[in-house]
């Protein structure tokens, strides 16, 4: 752990992502008058329980989308653009993928959530039975022994994929009312299976491409390993702005009522 510890530090990562348009799709004119109506009641012992339910309970409302809010479908998600660019190492890549379509966000399960409001922390435990994402990609650098280059479209299949957030902060207090101000967000992912497709990779070159594609996918446990630092840490900062946006918005007492 130490040794790895200390090759990250030393090594190059950088992951920046289009937020800009994400997050504010999500809470973007949420008007701080319209409630939420959550039916749990914190000090109620099925707080959790219930807390799960009505995570359950909006899926569909993700997944149509409410135009009067302006929240957009997360079915599909759209990003404009993720670049991952890892400098060193087994996996060593410069990489850009464009217009991303994320489908089966809205399929996720809650496992299991806790709840701390006396030292404002909160965990989630969820499951994605699989998740399709689609786009245009470019990418150049190295995976574990191989060289990759290319661009086009891309396609890749993400299946039994677990996750869990680390939500701390403390308690902010403005106009008399009380609100969860977010001091940091900690991800981890996990996938089990991946079938990944990139076109015209190599230059068009079909047999290279398949052979590239059929290694990723077949190695896709060892690749992904070397680049779930900056996975982790790219989803943490996606979700640590829409929760940031949201519980700025609405007082703890309208999240977790009492
Ligand atoms: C992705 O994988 C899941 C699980 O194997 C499968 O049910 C689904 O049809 C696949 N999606 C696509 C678009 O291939």
Known sequence: MYLRNEWMTSCWLLFMISLSFLPNS????????DSLNIPCH?????????????LHDVRPILKKG????????????????ILVKQGSGPVSIDSTF????????????INGIKIDLDNFKME????????????????KGQILVLPISGSGDSWSN?????????????????NGEEYWGI???????????ATIHMNNLFNGNKQLGDAMNNFMSQNFDAVFQELKPVIDEAIAIILKDII???????????????
């Open 124 to 139: 989630v435990d969820f499951y994605l039975p699989w998740l399709y994402i689609e786009g245009g990609y470019s990418i």
């Open 26 to 33: 999500i809470t973007q004119k949420v008007k701080s008058g």
């Open 98 to 109: 464009t217009d991303q379509k994320i489908h089966g966000m809205t399929n996720y399960m």
């Open 183 to 193: 001091d940091d967000l900690k991800f981890s992912i996990n996938v089990k299976k």
């Open 66 to 81: 409410v135009p009067k809010m302006r929240i957009q479908t997360l079915e599909p998600m759209f990003v404009p653009q």
């Open 158 to 174: 993400y299946t039994t994929v677990t996750g869990k957030a680390v939500l701390t902060g403390h308690s902010e207090s403005r």
């Open 244 to 258: 940031k946006k949201l519980f700025a918005k609405f007082p703890v007492k309208a999240l977790f009522p009492i």
């Open 42 to 54: 914190r000090n109620s012992p099925d707080f959790n329980t219930c807390m799960i339910k009505v």
